[in-house]
């Protein structure tokens, strides 16, 4: 791990699209909202020289570079930020690791589970180093969903026996939208059930602090084939998929995903009901926490609105006055406070690779019990 | 009074347009839902004798009648259900009380505040008798506004320092929408103030608890001329009013009313706000009641939606399971419940004429003070 | 059947529970409200004597009995309103159409698929002579799910390729609510189930139009005991389940249903999302239905709120203006006043015992999955 | 004017609490999200030495100074953005313009109208020469508020009769909240009338193009003394006011505003009422604009609930894929992008000095209608 008592940490993103471009957002803001060690942006690399040179004058990087090895190899880089489509995760990440770097790694982890195991060896031999390796379960840190997770700590739902998840968006529902790496299984691994699935039954696990022991899937792709480049191309992914999943606190969660569901823009649901209490959540008002608590007298029960946007919530004692809310983009700077504070060893850092890794057998099992007619898969 | 233990009560309605057919339901409906002495929809009364015929066929009466005056001598007849506009309401009132019945007078109680005047002179009388007269604030009786006032007699808002309160309505926007009666002054008295207004400071007073001790007000006539039968006819009364009263708890109160609200269906609002805690109501939602605790920690305050359906909820044990919401006409059915048990003795009433007549003073005085330029006008 | 042109349609209604009482509010109103077949609340039966004769009090009936087969025999009675419990709906319902009677059967067909096949042989032979034979789906009789099933007829969603139904309730959460009929798999038949996944089912295949040809599902008994007259007893039926359903249109639907779920009083909702629009819908606020149109310009698409009580919409013309909202209540004298017109030939009925048979059969299906490990079974 | 054909832009920016926070935020962030031209963080100006030496460092910029009259001496400084309390915005704003500096002022523009009309002199002299003098009303670059605007524009409104605004919040609703500037009139000018009343005016005056005519208004002060250092010390301003305004546009507006109004923590509302249509905006829910199209058939009408995160919409172009909420925050970047392309020559900038002046005379006419006991008071 490099010296940093004297210097900034040094960070390198690799990848400067949609993730590249909210990372920075954060990267350049974190120092500004809290009180994090010194960093400094110093090279976002991607394969493209003009693009790359580009988008590293837009996003404010100090440098640009295409080849993340020699990227590796230097002294003044702390911190290793993959924001690459999800087939090279796992190269890059275990390199950076053996590299002595911190990393932190956009979900999901990786296509597969082979190469999800691969990444947490190198992991947890860096770990023992003093290195984070850090997944990028961002929702994590929207402050609403901090503060479920707190309530759910507190024992404010009791016991929760159902959960309910859904994350629907409509990118897909024109036939005629064109064929893209999200779309083919070999770059993508799976379609909305890794993309969006993946955050669904992230938070779920997370907010009930329950693990999934079995699953039963179903997986649809409604749309068989787009354009592309050479006429129409067979889609290799799903494009939607349920779930019920038991979870060892005794629970069921139903899971349901879909980029086909009209006038859903980015619909990501969270229910949880439990003996004394409940929640709900949507990502399209990350703002607002319902809450539930069935302790009170019958005639004053009803779901509370909570605006998260206190001092006193997770988060928000850095911002802005109550009532002034907070965009989709500030959870990623919540992240990088957080892993800046882990490095500094003032706090951990969760999700790490293992839970990704977790994760990843969770949608290969849902996989397999789409493939087994819906059987039962035990994890 | 008439004699009322061995028979049903006997109940004559004057009306039977859109007042008259919400009435009608609830006295049909009454005896199911509650425990309440028995009582007989004996005769309705209309000056159109093929229509009234018509009315009692359909809201299921036993008798039509076209003579009010003949019905008020009537022994079987103990209740007079005043359903007419409002410039008839005085002259049939006052002589239903001399002529011993008990009255439920629809709102507003009169027109100008001289006819108002006589009529709670002849309830005063009548009252000292041991006859009720009742005034159709029906609103007062949706299960959601009930609780309201609960909420604020069990000190959960704490002291109230401001109420917010609007009745906005859309039946006028079309500018060719033809004059009726309720577009001339010398029917209708006033337009949206005596119409809507006339509820939404009702609720004002009635859920803080504070009468109003000045206003200052405007009116306005947007719409300045309608189709009438004989050509473009001006319309004589407001289509909107906007007021603040000050209150006899310090509080001070806004109210905002209009027909030509686009997209306002039926939106009858109200908020309060207190040292403890705040109150809000939709009409358009009524099964709804937003309250929110400003006593809870900081980080688990917001507006609560209270579903009000529960047996713990005012009127409800009459009805239905929980959750399974009442409508608009459900309120009527609380009215004629109310009644009937003020007239068994086993309760009072309220709101009665004296509340009605303050009632007109606080328009009366909201149209002195537009003459005035908006002037305050002490009450 | 009998001969109506002459006197009124007597009514002969079985059961005087919640439904009775719900019926029987929608038999008093429904002249009132609509234009339709003059009818008389004969006679309500029921087991126990004392109870039925106050129910008939009550709920203004004109005389009670405690033997429905004598009154199968009278001539006075056109239609039969089964209210009981489902375990009895097969042999009333069976006899009474042998009776030459029109009926009315409450929800679910009946407790197995045996049962409800002899229930649709009577229905076919009694059609044929011309009498009625109607099921009471009654949600679909919802202004709000009439208009939505409207606007999948028009056109307006396209292909619906995604359907999402649930129908949660929280009157279980407490695990020591004590036993009772519905809870037992003798008299219930199943548990959430047949009382609410059938509402939500049958929701999604008369919306959409379309019908389910496979399913997968998953049950489970979260509280698995409850207190019982003589100590703890077994809970025999189903307090969650979950399925997803293929359709023979190409959609694929889930279904959720609790009666543990939290804070949700009677929450059924559905959302569909088709090709060019895409509809919402919660029965916690009825007079609702939000449509989003995907064909307008992108930037001023979204869920539209259609408050549903405009003239213009399904029932509405029969009751208030505009904005005064419906209750729960009022879809059963929906039900009534197309029940009577169908018997007055001017119209058919849906859903009839067919209908009821083939959801009966989705349900076994998923009964069968969830014993199959959720496999797929075919219908 | 500088010449900034070679060099960035340099900024100074005076002030360095809340705003001076979310100015620095937007600085740091324009060029990655627009295409503008090249900015530089020079200077932060403030006159605590060791807290803007501390502001310096966490917002990122390359200086800090304390004597801002030296800081418009320096010819790499081409815009002066002005954070400071309001009354201090005259005597900055002026000699920054004369030093030949574009001029962002936060609202309000100055503490009284003579300050205001001094500062438009400047601003007239300065626009001459070719300098900006902007106004920060940010609001109107909150994506839903300009889309409302392009859709009045468009004509979707039709005439604009009624307009609805409020802006509430609660943060004095505890007595016991200390004395600060805010709260003193020779500091702040007014109370809530100009810093929020100010926003709610500016709204309604900008998305309806009406400007006001004549203003009734009432102030009221529920809380007379708070803790101040030396014991309780009388609150000189305003706590919360209520105004009518008649608009140009024959349209009239109400405005109410508070700090005391419990639960709304940054409520600010809009509601126009037009002959074809109505709008809705909740600042609480800033990515919402619910608008209602009084031209589509009855039975589709109602409120569209449209999120405000597409490319097609205002300024979204530059953020995220759709669904991605933004936060407060964003719009300031907005208007920094705004500011920089007004430079650059390629658009205007509003709203200017001259509007703040003309909105300045609002507010002061609703202090003089107050004073007149509500008398009507032209502009």
Known sequence: MSETSSRPLGVAMIGYAFMGRAHSQAWRTVAAAFEVPAVARRVIVGRDETAVAE???????????????????RDDIDIVDICTPGFLHAEIAIAALEAGKHVLCEKPLAND????????????????????????????????????????????????RQAKAAY??????????????????????????????????????????QRATSVRGRLATMVPQRPGADGPEPVTVDDAAWATLELDGGAIASVEVSRLATGAKNRLTVELFGT????????????????????????????????????????????????????????????????????????????????GLALQRVLDAIIESDAADGASIAL
Request: aromatic share 10%.
């Open 168 to 209: 629907l968006q409509d990118w897909l529902v024109d036939e005629e939208a064109p064929m893209n790496w999200r779309l083919r299984k070999e770059t993508a691994g799976s379609g909305a059930l890794g993309d969006i699935a993946s955050h669904a039954i992230d938070q779920v696990q997370h907010l009930t602090g």
């Open 55 to 73: 988008a590293a004058r837009r996003l404010d990087w100090e440098e640009h570079a295409t080849d993340w090895r020699a990227v590796l190899e």
């Open 276 to 355: 004394r209490g409940a929640l709900r959540f949507d990502l399209e008002n990350p703002n607002e926490l319902w809450f539930l608590d069935a302790t009170l007298p019958v005639a004053e029960q009803g779901f509370t609105r909570v605006l998260v946007t206190e001092p006193e919530h997770p988060y928000l004692e850095a911002w802005w006055p109550q009532g002034h809310v907070l965009g989709w983009e500030n959870a990623f700077t919540h992240q990088a406070r957080d892993l800046l504070l882990a490095i500094d060893g003032s706090a951990g850092f969760s999700p790490d690779f293992a839970d």
């Open 113 to 160: 589970t082979a190469e999800a195991e691969a990444m947490v060896r190198a992991a947890e031999a860096a770990t023992a180093r003093g290195q984070i390796a850090a997944l990028g379960f961002t929702y994590r840190r929207v402050p609403a969903l901090a503060l479920a997770r707190q309530f759910v700590e507190a024992g404010k739902l009791g016991t929760i």
